[in-house]
């Protein structure tokens, strides 16, 4: 009998790879063998596959079956190669004819009874077999929403085995996805909420207009979490290629809504201070998931009790803050996936954390101790500091009507247009993704306007690398101001941003 063949793709990550899947009747006893690394959860296909088959009408064949999934050294991993595997047999015993196979992937895990039922990572799937230049795809009908957002693709949805058979033999179409339903954004939170606490509310502005990292110490009951919720409603809303970006990301995870799957609103993702290592950076057995880091891509990481977390994992961060992404390594092979996140860390100064700090019983070691969680080298990443003070009717009266989120969004918005305008020819859109070079070489300020930063290097008060970062808030600062490039008091206010303790 002729071998059939069908393709599906393997993913690495969010990289994508076509894999052929060959199906060989005869040559032996009957009985079932699977060859191209496949995972535990692929090996037990063939009893899926065969249930799935007998109830759709189909008969399973008597010879002997041999599967092949090619490439044969990359790891198949999961349950969608079903609908492939129970293709390419078909095809091999001459029950479906094999013309609208070639140029199509078909996607999708089976049920005992025949149903194709939803998997993960539809869409970076999909990406890549488009790269590879298939024509079509055969995805659930559940995740059809999900394919369509793939354009140069003919996607199709199939409900159950029966309707891709009678689709492949021409007698029936399959389900074809409807015209884009725009949902409407999720209402943010109001920054006029928050009462009181200009200085932080100024420090979440220059973070939101330039991409900055920014921790926030204060007693407990002042604002902290409440600000940093805010922040997501000050960014823009993600570009096309970033919401293909952040979408993958979230199909792979296996959390995209079924209806409006696209994600354009920069993600919140805020782990409870108990979430491991691997959660959090990415982990797992055989080729890793991503963690909450790479959920917060393009979006806002908040840790609240910052400095309960632990020095490993908030170390753990140290290299995605920098390089935007993370690398992990298997046995079975190694994963990048992108982490370009906006870190906002809330702490409070000391353990007891009383309302006043004139109540503390924290005594100076115990404090030392307890800061020490959030390492220099950490603390070296974050462009900005700020201390939150205790609330007090007099505070709160002093700080006037706060302003509401539309009118600093506004604000924001604009300081992100200047910024995007100059460093467009490099490629980058806010002023904390620009190398520190760049800033010292091509747009170096005058010696008039860097000296205090210059003499904070002399007296070791700063690190090189904390010197790019006052860079970057100058030139922010300056976008906020409207001003062509920053000033010596821009520079003072970075630097004073910088200096500024957490506790």
Request: charged residues 25%; contains cysteine.
């Amino acid at each position: 009998m002729p071998i059939g063949r069908a393709w599906s793709v393997a993913l690495v990550g969010l990289e994508g790879k076509l894999v052929e899947i060959e199906a060989d009747l005869g040559g032996g006893l009957p009985g079932v063998k699977m060859v191209g690394l496949p995972d535990a959860g692929l090996r037990e296909a063939k009893d899926r596959v065969r249930s799935a088959i007998r109830n759709s009408g189909q008969q399973w064949p008597e010879d002997k079956l041999t599967l092949g999934l090619f490439p044969a050294n990359l790891p198949k991993l999961g349950s969608g190669y079903d609908l492939g595997i129970a293709v390419a047999i078909l095809a091999s015993a001459g029950k479906v004819p094999a013309t609208r196979l070639l140029g199509t992937v078909l996607l999708g895990e089976l049920a005992l009874d025949g149903r194709v039922r939803e998997i993960r990572g539809v869409l970076p799937g999909l990406l890549a077999a488009r790269n590879a230049g298939v024509k079509r795809a055969v995805v659930p009908s559940h995740s059809l929403v999900e394919a369509a957002l793939v354009d140069g693709l003919e996607v199709f949805g199939a409900a159950r085995l029966r309707d891709v058979v009678a689709w492949l033999e021409g007698e029936n179409a399959l389900a074809r996805p409807g015209p884009p339903v725009e949902g409407e954004p999720p209402e943010s939170l109001d920054l006029a909420d928050v009462v009181g606490q200009p200085e932080a509310r100024w420090a979440l502005e220059v973070a939101a207009a330039g991409g900055h990292h920014l921790l926030m110490s204060g007693p407990p009951g002042v604002g902290k979490t409440m600000l940093a919720k805010r922040l997501p409603g000050l960014l823009p809303l993600l570009g096309p290629e970033e919401s293909l970006e952040v979408t993958a990301v979230h199909s792979v995870h296996g959390a995209l809504s079924s209806t409006d799957p696209l994600i354009k609103v920069p993600p919140f993702v805020a782990p409870h201070h108990s979430v491991s290592e691997a959660a959090l950076v990415g982990g797992g057995a055989g080729i890793a998931a991503p963690g909450l880091i790479s959920q917060a891509h393009r979006g806002v990481l908040f840790l609240d009790e910052a400095a309960e977390f632990g020095a490993q994992r908030l170390d753990s961060l140290r290299t995605a803050l920098e390089e935007g992404e993370v690398r992990i390594a298997r046995a079975r092979g190694s994963v990048n996936y992108p982490a370009r996140f906006q870190l906002v860390m809330a702490t409070n100064p000391c353990p007891c954390a009383p309302p006043r700090e004139s109540d503390c019983s924290c005594s100076p070691t115990e404090r030392r101790r307890y800061l020490s969680r959030l390492s220099g080298p950490l603390l070296d990443r974050v462009d900005l500091r700020v201390r939150l003070r205790p609330m007090t009717a007099m505070s709160a009266h002093e700080a006037g009507e706060p302003e509401p989120t539309e009118v600093v969004r506004k604000r924001v918005l604009a300081a992100r247009d200047r910024a995007a305008a100059r460093w467009s020819e490099q490629g980058w859109k806010t002023n904390a993704e620009v190398p520190g070079p760049t800033l010292r070489r091509e747009f170096a300020l005058p010696h008039a306007t860097t000296a205090l930063l210059d003499r904070s290097l002399e007296r070791g008060a700063l690190t090189a690398r904390g010197a790019d970062r006052c860079l970057r808030i100058a030139w922010t600062l300056a976008d906020l101001a409207e001003a062509d490039e920053p000033a010596p008091d821009h520079v003072a206010a970075a630097l004073e941003f910088r200096d500024r303790r957490a506790a």
